[in-house]
């Protein structure tokens, strides 16, 4: 590998410096309130230079979120890994889940808007290419663990149902709780504020429906879950408070 130029040096930081400035203007000012004008002054560079880096506004946000999303990726690769049952892997990936939209609240704002379809079509082809490809390797993930749990007799599914619908069904669950927990500021209601006591529980509702075994009136996931934080992901938990 050749070694880094100083020049390659001072873009590579320079970029970085963009992109976590964009991401905390995403949290602090909104969508609106982050400008490229902004951006470039609080860099200390000409807006030409942003663009330099960048394509669009809404390219922008699709660097920041592509970067949070393989954060994601990897807390999904981390969880798969955990010393348990197939159910209880799954409820690992679940665990990373939360942590993810926990410490990474910009996500689903830069993801809404380069998935929007005023925006989607502002981003360039190679960072829509690179977001797609940390979406499919969390499925991939998950998709791994189910398919493990039908090799392994846990699950068995009817000829109607399978890997993807379940895989989907969970990921369904998480994207709808979180994306309603937003509305937290208008709607006063507890299960919005603290979504997570509500989505474990519809999630065995789920995964009992489809009957992968040890069902939840079975064993005890609580206890699971208290050891993917402390075996998996102990930094990542007490940054999120949840330990």
């Given at each position: 590998m050749r070694p880094v130029s100083a020049k390659q040096q001072e873009i590579?930081?320079?970029?970085?410096?963009?992109?976590?400035?964009?991401?905390?203007?995403?949290?602090?000012?909104?969508?609106?309130?982050?400008?490229?004008?902004?951006?470039a002054d609080e860099v200390g560079v000409s807006k030409g230079t942003v663009y330099q880096h960048f394509?669009?506004?809404?390219d922008l946000l699709a660097a920041v979120a592509v970067r949070s999303a393989n954060t994601r990726a990897e807390l999904f690769e981390r969880a798969a890994t955990f010393h348990g049952t197939s159910r209880e892997r799954i409820g690992a990936i679940g665990v990373a889940a939360q942590l993810f939209f926990t410490l990474y609240p910009h996500h689903e704002q830069a993801?809404?808007?380069?998935?929007?379809?005023?925006?989607?079509?502002?981003?360039t082809p190679e960072r829509a290419q690179s977001f797609e490809s940390c979406l499919f390797r969390c499925f991939g993930t998950a998709t791994g663990v189910i398919r493990d749990a039908v090799a392994a007799g846990d699950l068995s599914l009817r000829p109607d149902q399978s890997v993807d619908q379940v895989c989907v069904g969970l990921w369904n669950l998480y994207m709808g709780s979180f994306l309603m927990r937003d509305l937290k500021d208008c709607m006063d209601i507890p299960a919005i504020t603290d979504p997570m006591p509500i989505l474990v529980a519809n999630s065995h509702v789920l995964l009992d429906g489809f009957g992968w075994t040890p069902?939840?009136?079975?064993?005890?996931?609580?206890?699971?879950?208290?050891?993917?934080?402390?075996?998996?992901f102990p930094g990542e938990a007490k940054a999120a408070g949840l330990t």
């Open positions: 590579k930081n320079r970029e970085l410096a963009i992109l976590d400035l964009a991401q905390s203007m995403l949290l602090d000012r909104g969508y609106h309130g982050l400008t490229m004008d902004r951006i394509a669009s506004k809404e993801e809404r808007v380069i998935k929007g379809s005023s925006g989607s079509d502002k981003v069902l939840s009136t079975e064993h005890d996931y609580a206890s699971a879950r208290l050891r993917v934080f402390d075996e998996v």
